[in-house]
């Protein structure tokens, strides 16, 4: 009976004493692993006479039940100071202020669509949109873009891959704004006013042209919309939209497929050192393509061309920010450098209103 209040105590008090479960693991094999002290006792029962056995057995088999449940217990608070310590160590304020560093700013392309956005609305259009992969039939057919017409060479599209042995004509990277119109016309019917900013595609690189670049289209149909409301709605947008005055204005005589007449629209600017300015100079930068919405496309959007008229245009977005922030070379806008980003972002609260400035 000594030899268990000995064996008792010792391996108790190494429990106690251990640090972390390895240790713990060690007193485990020590003590009432297969080779352990408590084992080879309890092993030692068969040599013992009746009456040995009778007291010892449940002694030991006693202190077996008593020294796995102190393990366990160990174990558990040992692991729960493991959690504590982490816990601890890995606590974070998340009411400290943002590190200036990780601050962004709002992009140039972002804040001016967001400006043409509140000035269109003003006007009276809603914002409509369409997908940036576009089937054939939207992105040229429904414009009265035949297919032997030079416009789809000159729009250099991206074609979509199709499947091996799928002959129908493969999608196309939307190379204007233009098939929202259609889809606009079909979805809402007449009268109808509407804007579609968005992405568009043309393989073409260099300063004034990258493979993806903004537009944002513009449609107003109804009884009576002329090619006055045209001009006057574009003069009104420039205004707003530059915020300087004397902004000038060229019409200048054009062909698109889907309007007719047409008109392309400069901007008077200058190119001075490197700098772009609006509104003086003796450079025209070209910033959209406008006209009267031809009967075909009305028609091919079920629009009845003999009852319903109107305009459509569609203005180079990162052509107007450039001019309007004076950036030289539109490839910056897609280089991702938070340092230009910082010059010529805008904070995330400058929400572009009438009221408010439409930039600040
Ligand atoms: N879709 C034409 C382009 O990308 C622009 C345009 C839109 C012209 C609407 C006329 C009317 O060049």
């Known amino acids: 009976m000594d030899d268990v209040a000995e064996l008792r105590a010792k391996h108790l008090a190494a429990i106690a004493a251990a640090a972390d479960e ?17 084992a080879l006792a309890l092993r030692g029962l068969g040599a013992m006479s009746p009456e040995e056995r009778q007291v010892a057995g449940p ?13 366990a217990a160990a174990k558990a608070a040992l692991s729960d100071a493991a959690l504590s310590a982490r816990l601890a160590a890995e606590w974070l304020d998340v009411s400290l202020p943002p590190r200036p560093a990780a601050q962004g700013t709002i992009h140039p392309i972002s804040q001016v669509m967001d400006e043409m956005a509140a000035i269109f609305a003003d006007l009276g259009f809603a ?32 074609y979509m891959a199709r499947a091996d042995g799928d002959n129908r004509p493969p999608h196309v990277l939307r190379t204007h704004t233009s098939p929202v119109q259609i889809r606009a016309l079909q979805g809402q019917g007449v009268p109808i006013r509407v804007i579609a900013p968005g992405r568009v595609y043309r393989a073409d690189y260099d300063q004034t042209h990258t493979p993806m670049f903004h537009q944002l289209e513009g449609l107003a149909i109804d009884r009576d919309v002329t090619m006055a409301n045209l001009k006057w709605t574009l003069e009104e947008f420039c205004r707003a939209m530059f915020e300087v005055d004397g902004v000038e204005l060229k019409f200048r005589a054009s062909h698109f497929p889907f ?18 300015k609006i509104g003086e100079g003796d450079d025209w930068l070209e910033i959209l393509g ?36 004076g950036i030289p070379d539109l490839r ?29």
Request: aromatic fraction near 8%; glycine fraction near 8%; proline fraction near 5%.
């Open 332 to 360: 910056a806008f897609f280089d991702s450098d938070l340092r230009w980003l910082r010059h010529y972002g805008f904070a995330a609260l400058d929400v572009p209103t009438l009221q408010g400035g439409i930039s600040r």
């Open 259 to 276: 309007t007719e007449p047409s008109a392309e629209v400069d901007i008077r600017c200058s190119w001075k050192d490197g700098q772009l």
């Open 127 to 158: 914002v409509a949109e369409g997908p940036q992969v576009e089937d054939d039939w939207h992105n040229f057919d429904a414009l009265n873009i035949v297919p032997e017409h030079p416009a789809r060479q000159e729009h250099d599209t991206f």
């Open 59 to 71: 002694a030991l088999n006693a202190l077996r039940d008593e020294i796995a449940s102190a393990l």
């Open 290 to 325: 406008s006209g009267m919405v031809h009967p075909k496309v009305l028609a091919a959007a079920g629009v009845d061309p003999g009852q319903w008229q109107g305009f459509a245009f569609g203005l180079g977005v990162d052509r107007i920010a450039m001019l309007k922030y």
């Open 22 to 38: 390895a240790a713990l693991e060690e007193v485990r094999l020590a003590a009432i692993g297969k080779k352990g002290e408590v």
